[in-house]
């Protein structure tokens, strides 16, 4: 009886829970580059170079320690497999639980002359079922509490049963409009090695998607470098990080933020070291405390939350629309030729570096998506493909749920929806912008305000129940019937001049 390991491209680490069912040297390892699985999007190049470098350097990192590591470069995962089983004498194969559904099917899908044994996951501190038991009968799925459980089951920022510092969350501290001359921490980036030089000479010549620039490529790509980074965001970046974390300024690809993503989700990095090592700066260097439970709060609640969440909805999630938008998704999106200027900067980031933050991506890419009217599932396909830490548990339930509020309300309290105002208070985009954001008639309306009007107004049935929302409803009363007129006319051009 011989076992064999197939490793994932998402579960890169030394002790994800297959690997540590096996003995070394024992158990045969594959990684499988597939073309198929990436030609099915259009993918951001450097998604792809980060993605196979972390995998080839994955693959030499075990073969030092004495692994039997087969690493194919395959049309498709079946065919690998059915060889590498057939040559090795493979009886039973072991894969660790896919984090995406998608995945799953594929494994279930192969038609192996073995036996397929998942191992349950253990890269996040909430597995699957615990988090369907702390969601069973409760009425609504509050992130906030869901957190708060985190905190008291890992001790986290914790003295005794209660929270350090007396409150649980200091979100509003950290909301900060940037204001004057910020003086940011430079980034930890990389030069790309032997091996990831020979995998962008593969993606720029491959037939693979056009998206994105792959050069310079700059990021981590194994375990040692993923480490770097943390260190270096924990000692130059969280002490400031928390005011400003909402802010967008332009020129700033990443301001104070720890760029911790693409290694979480790959497994380079697991998500208990990440919030150690952030609680034991604060307790060591006596850290400022909102910037430090806000950076915690990102990984120990958001992302648990998502993942667990992603786990916990029917299998048509992917599929729900609240609002019935069907607009298609605009060729901006990927060329980032646009004269909004807060969509342009945006975009040419994403372009450039495969990233933007967390209020780029839902104030600005999603907010306008969910005001203009856009199909969820293009902007779901967009999302998926163009950043580098995206997958499928990421964001179905970030872009579905949370930017789009297509799934009516099961992660949301109310859509996140905004005007023009919003972007000039946390940016600075509006000064280099040819529309103006106070108005929303006119020539130079900045198309955030007619949308978001014009959003509220289509809508308007539906979000009365939104409680949060009956406030900002009550000011569609008040506008004149020209004005509103205009705004469903320009809105309606809008989308006839962009097709």
């Given at each position: 009886?011989?076992?064999?390991?197939?490793?994932?491209?998402?579960?890169?680490?030394?002790?994800?829970?297959?690997?540590?069912?096996?003995?070394?040297?024992?158990?045969?390892?594959?990684?499988?580059?597939?073309?198929?699985?990436?030609?099915?999007?259009?993918?951001?190049?450097?998604?792809?170079?980060?993605v196979?470098?972390?995998?080839?350097?994955?693959?030499?990192?075990?073969?030092?320690s004495?692994?039997?590591?087969?690493?194919?470069?395959?049309?498709?995962?079946?065919?690998?497999?059915?060889?590498?089983?057939?040559?090795?004498?493979?009886?039973?194969?072991?894969?660790?639980?896919?984090?995406?559904?998608?995945?799953?099917?594929?494994?279930?899908?192969?038609?192996?002359?073995?036996k397929?044994?998942?191992?349950?996951?253990?890269?996040?501190?909430?597995?699957?079922?615990e988090?369907?038991?702390?969601?069973?009968g409760?009425?609504?799925?509050?992130?906030?509490?869901?957190?708060?459980?985190?905190?008291?089951?890992?001790?986290?920022?914790?003295?005794?049963?209660?929270?350090?510092?007396?409150?649980?969350?200091?979100?509003?501290?950290n909301?900060?409009?940037?204001?004057?001359?910020?003086?940011?921490?430079?980034?930890?980036?990389?030069?790309?090695?032997?091996?990831?030089?020979?995998?962008?000479?593969?993606?720029?010549?491959?037939?693979?998607?056009?998206?994105?620039?792959v050069?310079?490529?700059?990021?981590?790509?194994?375990?040692?470098?993923?480490?770097?980074?943390?260190?270096?965001?924990?000692?130059?970046?969280?002490?400031?990080?928390?005011?400003?974390?909402?802010?967008?300024?332009?020129?700033?690809?990443?301001?104070?933020?720890?760029?911790?993503?693409p290694?979480?989700?790959?497994?380079?990095?697991?998500p208990?070291?990440?919030?150690?090592?952030?609680?034991?700066?604060?307790?060591?260097?006596?850290?400022?405390?909102?910037?430090?439970?806000?950076?915690?709060?990102?990984?120990?609640?958001?992302?648990?939350?998502?993942?667990?969440?992603?786990?916990?909805?029917?299998?048509?999630?992917?599929?729900?629309?609240?609002?019935n938008?069907?607009?298609?998704?605009?060729?901006?999106?990927?060329?980032?030729?646009?004269?909004?200027?807060?969509?342009?900067?945006?975009?040419?980031?994403?372009e450039?570096?495969a990233?933007?933050?967390?209020?780029?991506?839902?104030?600005?890419?999603?907010?306008?998506?969910?005001?203009?009217g856009?199909?969820?599932?293009?902007?779901?396909?967009?999302?998926?493909?163009?950043?580098?830490?995206?997958?499928?548990?990421?964001?179905?339930?970030?872009?579905?749920?949370?930017?789009?509020?297509?799934?009516?309300?099961?992660?949301?309290?109310?859509?996140?929806?905004?005007?023009?105002?919003?972007?000039?208070?946390?940016?600075?985009?509006?000064?280099?912008?040819?529309?103006?954001?106070?108005?929303?008639?006119?020539?130079?309306?900045?198309?955030?305000?007619?949308?978001?009007?014009?959003?509220?107004?289509?809508?308007?049935?539906?979000?009365?129940?939104?409680?949060?929302?009956?406030?900002?409803?009550?000011?569609?009363?008040?506008?004149?019937?020209w004005?509103?007129?205009?705004?469903?006319?320009r809105?309606?051009?809008?989308?006839?001049?962009?097709?």
């Amino acid at each position: 009886m011989t076992i064999g390991v197939w490793i994932l491209g998402d579960q890169l680490s030394a002790n994800q829970a297959a690997l540590r069912s096996v003995t070394a040297q024992n158990a045969p390892v594959i990684l499988i580059e597939s073309m198929q699985h990436v030609q099915a999007r259009s993918y951001h190049r450097q998604k792809i170079v980060l993605v196979w470098s972390a995998m080839r350097h994955f693959a030499e990192e075990l073969r030092q320690s004495g692994w039997t590591v087969e690493y194919a470069i395959a049309p498709d995962f079946d065919s690998a497999l059915q060889d590498w089983i057939k040559t090795q004498g493979i009886t039973e194969l072991r894969v660790m639980q896919p984090s995406d559904r998608p995945f799953a099917q594929l494994i279930r899908s192969l038609n192996l002359p073995c036996k397929i044994t998942l191992v349950p996951n253990n890269q996040f501190l909430w597995t699957a079922e615990e988090f369907q038991t702390w969601a069973k009968g409760r009425k609504s799925l509050v992130m906030e509490y869901f957190y708060r459980e985190g905190r008291q089951r890992d001790q986290v920022l914790m003295e005794g049963k209660h929270p350090v510092g007396g409150t649980w969350n200091f979100d509003k501290d950290n909301r900060k409009p940037p204001k004057g001359k910020l003086n940011t921490p430079e980034p930890l980036w990389f030069e790309p090695d032997a091996i990831t030089q020979e995998v962008i000479d593969f993606v720029k010549s491959g037939d693979f998607s056009d998206y994105g620039e792959v050069e310079p490529f700059r990021w981590g790509v194994g375990r040692s470098q993923a480490l770097q980074v943390l260190q270096h965001f924990v000692e130059t970046r969280l002490p400031a990080f928390g005011p400003y974390q909402d802010a967008m300024v332009t020129g700033e690809e990443t301001l104070w933020h720890a760029m911790l993503s693409p290694y979480l989700n790959l497994g380079l990095l697991h998500p208990l070291e990440v919030i150690r090592a952030a609680e034991a700066a604060y307790h060591q260097q006596q850290l400022d405390l909102s910037s430090v439970e806000g950076f915690i709060r990102q990984v120990l609640g958001w992302r648990e939350y998502m993942h667990g969440l992603y786990h916990y909805v029917d299998e048509d999630y992917p599929q729900r629309n609240h609002f019935n938008h069907t607009q298609p998704l605009p060729e901006f999106f990927w060329n980032a030729d646009t004269d909004m200027n807060c969509l342009h900067q945006t975009l040419k980031q994403t372009e450039k570096i495969a990233y933007a933050h967390h209020i780029q991506r839902l104030m600005i890419l999603s907010n306008f998506a969910l005001i203009a009217g856009l199909s969820p599932q293009e902007v779901e396909n967009w999302f998926h493909a163009a950043f580098i830490d995206a997958y499928d548990w990421v964001m179905q339930t970030n872009v579905i749920g949370m930017g789009q509020f297509a799934d009516g309300g099961i992660l949301a309290s109310k859509p996140y929806a905004a005007s023009a105002n919003y972007i000039n208070k946390m940016s600075d985009y509006c000064k280099g912008c040819c529309y103006k954001p106070t108005d929303r008639t006119g020539e130079k309306a900045c198309p955030f305000n007619f949308f978001y009007w014009d959003f509220l107004d289509r809508h308007r049935s539906s979000l009365q129940s939104q409680g949060r929302m009956s406030f900002i409803l009550k000011n569609l009363d008040k506008m004149p019937d020209w004005e509103l007129a205009e705004i469903r006319e320009r809105s309606r051009q809008w989308h006839e001049q962009s097709r």
